[in-house]
């Protein structure tokens, strides 16, 4: 167990629906970050959240959004959602911002997309 | 730009050593170095700061070239363990808010 919980761990959801894929941060941890990894491939940044602010943004779609919560934890809504989705997305964790700290990984949540 | 990393994979026999290399068109600040299992999570091996210092908590070593923007992984006397996809994930100077990871390297150890 990392400290960094992710919830759902699967889902399967129709075209065009919403979802929403939570994540809690280790303990003492500010930054939250979301990647996103296809079949396959690297893992591509999505956002970032500092303390409840949004600070650094990736190629993510308008159809999706996030935020970060007063108690740390953050969330990921996928709208409108395509067969193109279906990925995993993990969500990271580190102390503070800035280059000196290693990032600590959920397990992910696996998303279908049918 | 995404950092590129070479090989694009490696198959070893348990004991012998491999180097796997991190390359950016971009300046870099800092270098971290990740290791993922087929269907886990990430997970932190190292970090290589412009400067210098290196922390890191596992029993690999790795270099920092600023000027070359290149960063290369050592394994050495590789364990069946050590098997997985590793990930460079670079930092910006001036946009150290994000980390983006190289297209990996797929490493296999066989007995």
């Known amino acids: 167990d990392s400290g960094v919980t992710q919830t759902p761990k699967h889902l399967i959801t129709a075209t065009g629906q919403r979802v929403t894929l939570r994540c809690s941060p280790r303990?003492?941890?500010?930054?939250v970050y979301w990647y996103q990894q296809s079949l396959d491939q690297g893992l591509q940044f999505l956002i970032q959240?500092?303390?409840?602010?949004?600070?650094a943004k990736g190629n993510i779609l308008e159809r999706f959004s996030a935020q970060q919560f007063p108690d740390l934890h953050s969330e990921l809504n996928l709208s409108s959602l395509e067969l193109g989705d279906s990925a995993l997305y993990f969500c990271?964790?580190?102390?503070?911002?800035?280059?000196?700290?290693?990032?600590?990984f959920g397990s992910g949540t696996r998303l279908t997309v049918v | 730009q995404q950092p590129v990393q070479s090989p694009q994979a490696v198959i070893l026999r348990e004991g012998e050593d491999a180097v796997i290399n991190c390359s950016s068109s971009?300046?870099?600040?800092?270098v971290h170095w990740y290791r993922q299992k087929h269907g886990e999570a990430p997970v932190f091996l190292m970090i290589?700061?412009?400067?210098?210092e290196q922390k890191g908590h596992e029993k690999i070593s790795a270099s920092f070239n600023e000027k070359k923007q290149q960063s290369s992984l050592y394994l050495t006397a590789s364990q069946l363990s050590y098997s997985g996809t590793y990930f460079c994930?670079?930092?910006?100077?001036?946009?150290?808010?994000?980390?983006?990871f190289g297209t990996g390297t797929r490493l296999q150890v066989f007995p």
């Open positions: 290589l700061l412009k400067g210098g």
């Open positions: 994930g670079t930092e910006e100077p001036i946009n150290t808010d994000k980390l983006i």
């Open positions: 971009k300046a870099l600040y800092s």
């Open positions: 990271a964790s580190s102390p503070r911002q800035g280059p000196n700290y290693g990032y600590t």
């Open positions: 959240y500092y303390n409840g602010e949004e600070r």
């Open positions: 303990s003492g941890d500010l930054s």
